[in-house]
């Protein structure tokens, strides 16, 4: 038996034990092929966590991270103390894995498939800057493990046809294939021929025995070989291997080894049967302590030489080396919007895709994205100035994902996990719904990936209720409220009310590395703003843009094209005297992290409130106060022109000045 494997198992099945919760089947089941992984294939600095030059491993099954922490440990990242503590709280070892590369950990493992979705995702990046700064410093392999569940989820079929279209070679995966799920056998779900579907999306796939060292080695040595394919080794694996029931019979191949602690008298006969010992099974055997440490000694001869190779690199192109330093920093790429002039009243997305043709030329280092949709939410604003991707051709920087939004967000997210780029991807407002979960993650790990969402509201009209978002500016606007769990802001949205206020929420964006950011566009074309509106003032999220200087009755208050609808009604209460101050608010979630005083400046304490949002009311409500009033949507849309639906659903200058003058006699 393979001792370094049976340690790891030892130590995930305690680790479970211990914590009297988690899943310690699969790790068992998984831990050949991430010890031959980790000892004998996977270079990595051990002096250098972040070296841009290692391979990346990403985790997609994060309940099976009593494997990862096991074998980590087994490297020098964590301590036997550190395992023990897996679970609970202020513990480096949390349930499912987070994002910690200084550890070795590349992503949190959050749903099941997004995990392998990422390392595609980074599979383009890599690709993407070998094509930039070449293979001098862009030749490493990113590796993918997936269970079962993954590969049912199905973020998995865009996943595989996009790695297959592109030619992902640098990509490897691992399906670890028990056939075991938390409920049921995966007969009861699932009888697809895995092998097929993957090999007609044009991967190489290799079937072997997942527990056999010798099997997982020479997969791996033909994976590394590939040159057109992205590689799928399916491990045919042992749910629980090695696991004996209390009585000493085989608890192999059970369901109950899945997502419970093996307990008792089976727990003791298990770390018994794998050579540890029951009472003390915390410990690294010598041998296995061994093997790692030649694995360090190597590493730091195979390290060296790739340095050595980069430092020549280095030497004969000193202007690419200056690139590669800055894309790597995390810093804000520097752009000058002053060379962009914006076509007055016109739409927002017309507005952003002005502004993405600006980046093409001025962040090369930029990716963006679309789901099928880049002549419409205006992404080919960015896409006119470079070409697609394609396989043996990434010398382009626009991703076509086709119509698959939860996979074009959880790719874009790889990307920028991989490290050097900045993605940004497009689609419709209301398929956002599709990418909350990845919005969620990005949030999480903190990953500045720029969202692009059109099409904002129901004036998509003629499309009907199925396509205006009427609960989505709620739904992400919640989001915005929301810390995660460093304290940091979950998401910065944006709903800029005209074409300027555009320029300055996308200078935001860029500016954001520390959180995604969501940027929400109008269809149709949007009236300016009043003369002599100060656009700057936008970077605080909310700003008077006109009436300042009066002593009003009456604030009115929206973001995105209702600005402008409460502009045309301000004009029809001025006439009868009401003096009326107006605020833009692209950004609550900005405006709330100004000063007290500043905040008060604008919506002062007492002051009648009056807002406009097509969404629900609630997107407003924290703003207005409970002594305001907000007039928004109810209920879904209707199918009709956006300006019928304007005058049919009250968003017209009329019905403002009727709102704010009944409002103003109660």
């Known amino acids: 038996m393979n001792r370094a494997a049976d340690n790891i198992r030892i130590l995930a099945a305690s680790m479970v034990e211990k914590a009297k919760s988690g899943h310690p089947g699969g790790a068992m089941g998984g831990a050949d092929f991430i010890n031959v992984l980790f000892s004998e294939f996977l270079v990595y600095d051990p002096e250098n966590s972040s070296w841009e030059g290692r ?7 994060g309940h099976m991270s009593p494997m990862l922490y096991s074998a980590l440990a087994l490297q020098g990242k964590f301590t036997i103390e550190e395992l023990k503590q897996f679970r609970q709280w202020g513990s480096p070892t949390p349930g499912h894995p987070e994002r910690d590369i200084a550890r070795g950990i590349e992503n949190t493992s959050g749903p099941l498939g ?3 979705t990422f390392a595609a995702g980074a599979a ?3 690709k993407f800057l070998q094509a930039r700064l070449g293979k001098e410093v862009m030749r490493h392999k990113i590796y993918a493990y997936i269970s079962d569940g993954g590969v049912e989820e199905e973020i998995s079929q865009g996943t595989g046809r996009i790695a297959g279209i592109l030619g992902l070679n640098n990509l490897i995966m691992f399906y670890d294939s028990n056939d075991i799920q938390l409920s049921t056998e995966c007969s009861v779900v699932m009888n697809e021929d895995t092998e097929a579907k993957y090999k007609a999306w044009g991967w190489n796939v290799i079937t072997i025995n997942g527990n056999d060292a010798d099997e997982i080695r020479e997969a ?6 590939e040159e057109k394919r992205p590689t799928l080794i399916i491990g045919k694996t042992v749910m629980g291997k090695g696991a004996l029931k209390a009585d000493g019979t085989s608890y192999e191949h059970n369901i109950a080894t899945h997502g419970a602690p093996l307990g008792g008298d089976a727990y003791a006969n298990t770390i018994k049967n794998l050579g540890g010992n029951a009472d003390d099974p915390f410990e690294i055997f010598p041998e296995v302590a061994a093997l790692y440490a030649n694995r360090r000694e190597e590493l730091k001869g195979i390290v060296a030489r790739c340095r050595a190779e980069e430092a020549k690199w280095m030497e004969a192109n000193p202007e690419k080396a200056a690139l590669m330093k800055e894309w ?10 002053s060379v962009l002039v914006q076509k007055e009243g016109s739409a927002t997305r017309a507005a952003s895709a002005a502004c993405l043709g600006v980046l093409a030329e001025q962040v090369p280092n930029m990716i963006c994205a679309s789901a099928d949709l880049s002549n419409s939410d205006k992404t080919d604003g960015f896409l006119k100035k470079t070409h697609s991707l394609q396989a043996d051709d990434f010398s382009g920087a626009f991703f076509q994902a086709g119509v698959s939004e939860l996979t074009m967000a959880c790719m874009c997210i790889g990307m920028y996990l991989h490290g050097g780029v900045i993605p940004a991807c497009g689609t419709f407002f209301v398929f956002s719904d599709y990418m909350k979960p990845a919005v969620r993650m990005a949030a999480l790990m903190e990953v500045p990936i720029k969202f692009i969402w059109t099409h904002d509201a129901f ?4 499309d009907g209720p199925t396509h205006e978002p009427v609960e989505q500016e709620a739904q992400i606007r919640l989001m915005e409220k929301l810390k995660n769990h460093h304290g940091k802001d979950s998401v910065r949205v944006f709903r800029p009310a005209d074409a300027d206020e555009t320029t300055v929420c996308w200078a935001m964006a860029m500016e954001n590395m520390e959180t995604p950011t969501a940027l929400i566009f109008s269809r149709q074309n949007i009236a300016k703003l009043p003369a002599g509106n100060n656009y700057e003032e936008a970077r605080k999220g909310a700003y008077v843009v006109a009436g300042s200087d009066e002593d009003f009755d009456i604030i009115l208050i929206a973001d995105g094209s209702e600005v402008s609808t409460l502009v045309a009604g301000a004009e029809l209460l001025r006439k009868d005297g009401i003096k009326v101050r107006i605020v833009s608010v692209p950004s609550e979630g900005l405006f709330r992290c100004q000063s007290k005083e500043y905040q008060e400046s604008v919506l002062p304490k007492g002051a009648k409130i009056f807002g406009m949002t097509a969404g629900l009311p609630v997107t407003l409500e924290g703003l207005v106060g409970a002594n305001g009033r907000v007039f928004g949507m109810p209920s879904f849309g209707f199918s009709a022109p956006y300006k019928v639906l304007d005058e049919k659903l009250g968003y017209t200058a009329e019905n403002v000045y009727s709102q704010v003058k009944d409002f103003l006699s109660e």
């Open 459 to 462: 004036r998509v009209g003629e």
């Open 114 to 116: 997004q995990g392998h």
């Open 124 to 126: 383009v990046a890599e």
């Open 220 to 225: 791996l040595k033909a994976a590394q070989e």
């Open 328 to 337: 790597f920093s995390g810093n804000a790429p520097r752009v000058d919007w």
């Open 55 to 61: 391979d990346r491993f990403y985790l997609d099954p």
